[in-house]
């Protein structure tokens, strides 16, 4: 397992954008890894996913909107969040999995065994 540390997070106003980072303890080239996130009073929900060949996989709410990339040379991964919105506001994890990950289940928190702490994102309208 990889240690993970979400930072990047913080308050902005909707419409606004910001960036997460994810760095790991370790080479990430052939882990699948993903960002989930939970709003008080909702459960974690899988907000964006990239598998070890690349393919990735969007919630629908952030499709379009929000980009997540990595790069193993420096063993991070992001998520570029844009036009963010008052029901973007959650604790944004980081997570990440040695093993291959087919794409329907990127967005599954069972498909991951490492997770980072988690980092605040609060949006005001």
């Known amino acids: 397992q990889v240690h993970l540390v979400e930072s990047g997070g913080g308050p902005e106003q909707a419409g606004g954008s910001l960036r997460l980072s994810c760095a790991a303890s370790?080479?990430?080239?052939?882990?699948?890894m993903g960002w989930f996130r939970q709003a008080p009073g909702k459960e974690r929900e899988g907000v964006a996913a990239?598998?070890?060949?690349?393919?990735?996989n969007y919630a629908d709410s952030v499709q379009g909107r929000f980009t997540i990339s990595k790069d193993n040379s420096k063993n991070t991964l992001y998520l570029q969040m844009n036009s963010l919105s008052s029901e973007d506001t959650a604790v944004y994890y980081c997570?990440?999995?040695?093993?291959?990950?087919?794409?329907?289940?990127?967005?599954?928190?069972?498909?991951?065994?490492?997770w980072g702490q988690g980092t605040q994102v609060t949006v005001s309208s």
């Open positions: 997570a990440a999995s040695q093993l291959w990950i087919v794409v329907p289940l990127l967005l599954s928190q069972n498909s991951y065994n490492s």
């Open positions: 370790g080479a990430i080239s052939t882990h699948s």
């Open positions: 990239i598998a070890t060949d690349g393919q990735t």
